[in-house]
């Protein structure tokens, strides 16, 4: 059999700078914590790219390097950060108004995060209605806006002497907002901008800023943003990762647990009921319904993939699927997810399963904008571009080609990271197909 090759990886030599949009809860405990693990204060738990092993080869040959030994991924040492906030709070403020870590993890590191202070933002409320700040751009049109991010971008690059950049959406979900004629190409997108067209968000100046600046561009929220042809196609014309929407964390990435085990065993679903107590500023923006329009679609999409209702209509074609958000201040983001599913089994009969995660959710976050930046820096390096679904295990609305659907199985997805890393690095692919370890040729 001929050997697999590698690809081509540049080496991860230098700083990178991670750019992060909205300096709120995600951002900052995901700062801190870098930091706390640099100072061996803390360990990196969540993070794949940081704890996680990769078996290479047959089962017996015991090969399971740790999969940040086994590529040449940046280094946590190598991380310089930066972020746009519409309030001015530095990162050591903020990381304090939004109640995630303990003293014990941001006392030790208090200098060091009052020194990330946020450029002012591209922001108009009009697209996030319980939000408003001061630290604001100001331009006649959208592409002043856009052009001021660039220059950003730029800025950063130079000063902080960062080799390579990547940049995260990690700001609040705006309202909800469908692809039209303004995305399709990018004469009609930059005359939209020139026009202060409504259908041009924040979210996607950003975009646009990074891809005109070779930057790579995750979206860990799910606007639209990066999921429209004309930028679509500007990554893929500037060789350049994109991927999105929306981090997938707590309630969904149960969801796409347990959902594909029900597949799995040919069992039935009459309905799923989802509700959800939170009481951080993500809470009280979501509390606004057109931006809860975005997140229920979002939310909304897994179950309908993974089940297949078309090919199992007496399995799944009658499901009652609910999703709540519910802002309760003193939750804070320690949010409380409740699941109620009725399922049914042989003959019909009806069963529950009641699913109550009382989870943290910038905890749960903070480790996939970790590896997110590292994944898509070395997507870069390895000359991969447009579109990284082989990083959808990341994302709860994952961006796919068009006519694909979305892959929403968190093992699929699991699996297909890491055969992409096997591929990228000229190892072969893990099949689990296993006849060879009983049949002896
Ligand atoms: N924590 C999770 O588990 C999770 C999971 C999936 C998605 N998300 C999404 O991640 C995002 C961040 O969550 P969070 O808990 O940190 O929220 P947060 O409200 O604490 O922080 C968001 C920050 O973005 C800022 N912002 C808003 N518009 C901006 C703009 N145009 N430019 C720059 N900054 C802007 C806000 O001022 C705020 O400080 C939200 O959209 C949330 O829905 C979070």
């Known amino acids: 059999m001929p050997q697999p090759v590698g690809r081509d990886i540049a080496p991860a030599k230098g700083k990178l700078g991670v750019m992060l949009v909205g300096l709120g809860a995600v951002s900052t405990t995901f700062i801190a914590g870098v930091e706390n693990v640099r100072c061996g204060a803390a360990l990196p738990i969540g993070s794949l790219t940081q704890m996680g092993t990769i078996r290479l080869g047959k089962r017996t040959e015991k090969r399971a390097p740790k999969i940040r030994d086994f590529l040449p991924l940046a280094r946590l040492t190598d991380l310089v950060f930066t972020a746009w906030d519409p309030i001015p709070d530095d990162a050591y403020t903020a990381a304090k108004k939004a109640g995630v870590l303990e003293p014990q993890h941001l006392e030790p590191v208090a200098a060091f995060l009052n020194g990330i ?83 041009i968000a924040p979210s996607m100046l950003y975009a646009y800023a990074a891809l005109m ?129 009725d399922i049914f089994g042989w003959l019909g009969y009806p069963m529950q399963i009641k699913v109550d995660f009382l989870c943290r959710d910038s905890i749960l976050a903070a480790p996939l904008v970790l590896d997110l930046a590292l994944f898509f820096d070395l997507a870069q390096r390895a000359r991969l571009s447009g579109i990284q679904e082989w990083l959808s295990f990341y994302f709860k609305s994952p961006q796919t080609a068009p006519g694909l659907y979305p892959e929403h199985d968190l093992f699929i997805q699991q699996i297909k990271l890491k055969n992409t890393l096997r591929w990228l690095m000229g190892e072969d692919q893990i099949t689990h197909l296993g006849i060879d370890y009983y049949e002896k040729a």
């Open 117 to 199: 202070r946020p450029i002012p933002a591209a922001f108009d409320r009009n697209y996030v209605k319980r939000l408003s700040g001061t630290n604001v751009k100001s331009g006649k049109t959208k592409r002043d806006l856009a052009e001021q991010l660039r220059a950003d971008i730029r800025t950063f690059k130079k000063t902080s002497g960062a080799d390579r950049l990547v940049m995260i959406w990690a700001a609040s979900t705006e309202v909800f907002l469908t692809a039209g004629p303004a995305h399709q190409t990018m004469e009609a997108f930059e005359r939209a901008m020139e026009q202060n067209d409504p259908a």
């Open 213 to 341: 600046e070779n930057v790579p561009f995750a979206n860990g929220a799910p606007n639209l943003t990066v999921d429209i042809p004309v930028l679509v196609r500007l990554a893929e014309e500037r060789r350049l990762p994109i991927g999105g929407k929306d981090f997938k964390t707590g309630q969904t990435m149960m969801k796409t647990v347990l959902a594909p085990a029900f597949k799995a065993r040919m069992l039935g679903l009459a309905g799923w009921y989802s509700t959800n107590i939170l009481g951080n500023r993500d809470g009280e923006v979501l509390d606004d319904p057109e931006s809860f329009k975005t997140k229920e679609e979002s939310k909304l999409g897994v179950l309908e993939y993974i089940l297949q209702p078309d090919q199992y209509p007496e399995l799944y074609g009658n499901v009652f699927h609910k999703v709540r958000i519910n802002y309760y201040p003193p939750r804070g983001d320690n949010k409380e997810g409740w699941d109620n599913i």
